[in-house]
């Protein structure tokens, strides 16, 4: 592998982390709701960094009780 292919790669990885990390940052924007309690948080960034979603339900740990289960996304932080 030639030195630009690896530039590449480093660049590709870089870009990839980045786009994971303003991900989990945005999440972390908002509110979500327990679906196994009904609480409402917020999670931490590095909670929300590639977890499992589906549209706007996400698979978080609920801070209340204690249990990971399908969260519901509800409306930003003001
Ligand atoms: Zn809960």
């Known amino acids: ?12 990885v870089v870009v990839m982390a980045g786009g994971i990390i303003a991900g989990a940052l945005a999440d972390s924007k908002y509110y979500f709701a327990c679906g196994n309690c009904g609480a409402k948080f917020q999670p931490k960034w590095t909670n929300a960094i590639l977890v499992y979603h589906v549209f706007d339900e996400h698979l978080l740990k609920c801070p209340h009780c204690n249990t990971t289960n399908m969260c519901t996304r509800k409306g930003q932080k003001i």
């Open 1 to 12: 592998m030639g030195k630009t292919l690896v530039i590449i790669a480093i660049l590709t």
